[in-house]
């Protein structure tokens, strides 16, 4: 009785309410029954929306519920083409890297999207998906609850271009692509015909599935698929209502930047109206085949064939204790398949760490993130004892590592730029994530008898762009022992520096090789401390191989500084190369081929005969030059300190809001800007606006707003008719912007050239301080030499004196 009473009441009460009927102040028994009902409003919403987003996962995770899936090229942001695998489902459209449908790209959610073909002078056909309010297109999460995607290259936020490979295949996703976008999904959910979610398909939608996966669809087919479709109920689309388009990226999408397909320079010739015009970047691809040997001493040791022991000792009998050996020729089979420029790049599997090490606070804290990632580079060894190609001269490489956390890249650039004495000099820069690396390499060897020597006398110099911090580091020599007899085994050896003197840190390494009388323990040892000023912070211990341990002095703690466990192997960075058939003459991989597919075929007389093919014609090219001295592409000698330097070094802290992208091209890594470059806080634009906006406000025209560029019009906000004079002022007008645009491109150039003139003043001070540095050091020598003559000058007066004394008085 109460209950019903307690329904009448409060229909009453809502009924009072729906009619504007002022009411009393409603009694606790009304406002307990609106509590209730609200509460079971709130329920039946949230289970209806896990509801339907239970049934849109269903659907986009049931592998038979695809309308059309193929390979298609998509355009990135930098005008590259990427090859990638497309699966259209109802309502959306997903890309992965493979058919596998592991590598998940990302998702277009359709039902914000039209679809328009779009001319193209390449082969195939273009079609494109864009939002017509420049919104993005992209979902945030992926259809299995992926927040990232697999990496590949950046592409647009608010379109997509398309490429399929032919008219009749394009024709095909154009026809799927306008069903999918007139009906956001092809089945109809019927929730109280069973268990919550379940999905029952009608004849009509079971029709529609049968046909579309079917392929290729006829003409007949797609007219019926269009009909039906039509005739369909339509389901809402609500797969990420519930987020906010501000927290898609508008131009970077988060589903990463790794080439999973191959990136081509390929690009249509008309630029789109939705983009400026991009760089045309160099075209990287993810390397797939790599050698690295497991930890220990075990992957360091060479048993060598009766056959090559031969080899060996006719080599042995050319050679004597202390003699270098860079102008001996080897034999191939103790050769690595690769350059020594490519080698070089093994230390930046882990730049991620130096991108890291760039946000640390303090200066201890860095130079330890530093010392991290040095360590980084020593795991990744050849199995047994090899040793790399000897680079020609004028031989480059390039790589490059990119970095999903930051969506930034490293670009690694390489290049001999001497032979005699062989000096390779190489380049690392990721200006996004703030540091750059620069140095050149010496390579010595040196024979002992039944041991030799690989010394690389050089320098590195990793500056932190943002803080104007620079870390001088030194490389270990390799040390081989075992040729005359016992075990052929490789090590490394000798103390190596790390140093900054602005902040006064230092990092002190020893790579210790293995006693006579030591165990495996004792193999591939490590110790060394981390001073700031002259106090120490912590020593280090470990096997450069395996785990380093560091021991904090103040606290007293031990952590592991680096550890390459399994699990830290698979997180490091995939390093993309050049297609061969797109690289230079003169680059490694197509320079050193032949060699390499004969070593990688066990066939050594192949191997020596095409080594020789290119030993030969280095020497023939050494011989036409003659006297004429060789002149890098890339680098060039500093005249001072004698150090090589990269020719486009570009070392100014990157600007978010200026900068766009960093990009490599022949070998030129450099980035691409915005248009309207600031200047002093403000843009060019936004001077000549406000400059301009008092010449008008002068005049007798009234307007509501003004152009904020040149290239914009001006439009009158009056209700009134413009006097008849607005036709001058408005060629006024475009006389002025023609004229100010002119003096734009003037600032611009002033601009450059006070940055050209304070990059030679840099130069000249860095050369002084260098010249100052050197006369310093030849007074002292100087002087101490003085000082030594003037000693034995006196010595031998007193000498005299003492032999005169003796003399007279016996």
């Known amino acids: 009785m109460e209950e019903t009473m307690t329904s009448t009441t409060t229909v009453q009460s809502e009924s009072r309410m729906f009619n504007g009927v002022e009411k009393d102040c409603p009694s606790p028994t009304e406002k307990l029954a609106r509590k209730e009902s609200l509460k079971v409003q709130k329920q039946n919403y949230r289970q209806e929306k896990k509801r339907a987003a239970k049934e849109l996962s269903t659907a986009l995770k049931d592998p038979s519920v695809v309308i059309m899936s193929n390979w ?67 979902a945030v999460k992926g259809p299995k609850g992926e927040n990232v995607g697999s990496i ?27 069903l999918a976008l007139s009906s956001s999904t092809l089945y109809k959910t019927a929730p109280k015909a069973g268990k919550e979610g379940d999905i029952s398909m009608t004849s009509e939608s079971s029709h529609l599935l049968q046909l579309l996966q079917t392929s290729p669809l006829t003409d007949t087919e797609l007219q019926q698929l269009n009909e039906s479709s039509l005739l369909g109920n339509h389901m809402e689309h609500d797969g990420s209502s519930d987020k906010s388009e501000r927290e898609i990226h508008d131009d970077w999408d988060t589903t990463g930047h790794e080439n999973g397909g191959r990136l081509t320079e390929e690009s249509d010739v008309e630029h789109s109206d939705e983009m400026s015009p991009g760089p045309k970047a160099t075209a990287y691809v993810e390397q797939v085949t790599e050698e690295m040997a497991e930890a220990g001493e075990a992957s360091q040791v060479e048993t060598v064939s009766e056959e090559n022991k031969g080899l060996i000792w006719g080599l042995l009998k050319q050679l004597r204790p202390g003699m270098d050996l860079s102008k001996v020729v080897l034999p191939t089979f103790i050769l690595e398949p690769r350059s020594f420029l490519d080698k070089l790049s093994d230390y930046y599997y882990h730049a991620d760490l130096l991108s890291q090490a760039s946000l640390e606070e303090s200066a201890y804290g860095r130079i330890k993130q530093v010392l991290r ?6 795991y990744k060894k050849p199995k047994g004892l090899k040793k790399p190609y000897n680079p020609i001269l004028g031989e480059t490489f390039r790589c490059c590592w990119l970095h999903p956390q930051t969506n930034s890249c490293t670009f690694y650039i390489a290049e001999q730029v001497s032979h005699h004495p062989p000096i390779s000099a190489f380049y690392v820069c990721n200006r996004k994530d703030g540091f750059c690396i620069s140095g050149s390499i010496l390579a010595k060897s040196k024979f002992y008898g039944n041991s030799l020597s690989a010394i690389l006398d050089g320098r590195a110099r990793l500056l ?4 104007d911090e620079e870390y001088v580091i030194t490389m270990p020599y390799a040390h081989c022992k075992g040729i ?6 490789l090590e490394l050896g000798g103390k190596v520096t790390i140093e900054c003197e602005k902040m ?28 700031m000023g002259d106090e120490l912070m912590a020593t280090i211990d470990g096997h450069w191989d395996s785990e380093v341990f560091i021991q904090e002095k103040r606290s007293g703690q031990q952590e592991t500084l680096w550890n390459p466990t399994q699990e830290i192997r698979s997180r490091r960075l995939k390093r993309q190369v050049v297609q061969l058939d797109q690289q230079g003459e003169f680059e490694s991989e197509r320079l050193w081929q032949h060699v390499t597919s004969a070593i990688l075929d066990r066939d050594q007389v192949r191997a020596t005969q095409e080594k020789f093919v290119l030993e030969e014609a280095q020497r023939r090219e050494a011989k036409e030059r003659g006297e004429r001295a060789w002149i890098p592409k890339l680098f060039q000698q500093d005249p001072v300190t004698s150090e090589w330097t990269y020719i486009h070094l570009d070392t100014r802290p990157w ?3 200026a900068c766009l992208v960093q990009f490599e091209k022949d070998g030129v890594i450099q980035t691409q800007e915005k248009i309207h470059r600031r200047h002093n806080g403000l843009s060019y634009s936004h001077t000549w ?5 008092s010449e008008i406000n002068g005049k007798h025209r009234k307007t509501s707003s003004q152009p904020s560029t040149c290239s914009q019009n001006t439009e009158s906000s009056s209700t009134t008719p413009e006097p008849t004079h607005e036709s001058s002022d408005n060629e006024g007008f475009s006389t002025q912007c023609a004229r100010c645009s002119k003096e734009v491109k003037d600032i611009a150039v002033i601009e450059a050239s006070i940055t050209s003139i304070q990059k030679t003043q840099q130069d000249i001070q860095r050369n002084l301080v260098a010249l100052s540095r050197q006369l310093s050091r030849q007074r002292a020598t100087d002087d101490s030499t003085s000082l030594t003559g003037r000693h034995c000058l006196i010595l031998c007066v007193l000498l005299l004196s003492q032999l005169l004394l003796n003399y007279v008085f016996t």
């Open 72 to 138: 298609l090229k998509i355009r990135g942001s930098l005008k590259s083409w990427t090859k990638l695998w497309c699966a259209l489902r109802p309502g959306v459209l997903l890309i992965y890297k493979t058919p596998k449908t592991d590598h998940w790209v990302g998702t277009i959610l359709l039902s914000a999207c039209k679809l328009i073909e779009r001319p193209s002078k390449k082969d195939g056909f273009c079609f494109k998906l864009y939002h017509p309010l420049d919104k993005s297109i992209w």
């Open 152 to 178: 590949t290259q950046p592409l647009p936020s608010n379109y997509l271009i398309f490429r399929a490979a032919s008219e009749s295949d394009g024709r095909c996703w154009m026809d799927a692509l306008e």
């Open 373 to 378: 990632w040095y360590l980084s580079g020593f």
């Open 464 to 467: 932190f762009l943002s803080r």
């Open 484 to 489: 005359l007899y016992g075990t052929m085994t």
């Open 504 to 531: 006064k840190c230092y990092a002190e390494l020893e790579f210790k090789l293995k006693p006579f009388l030591g165990g495996a323990g004792s193999v591939n040892q490590i110790s060394g401390k981390i001073m």
């Open 655 to 657: 600007d978010n809001e």
């Open 689 to 693: 606006t406000r400059q301009h906006k």
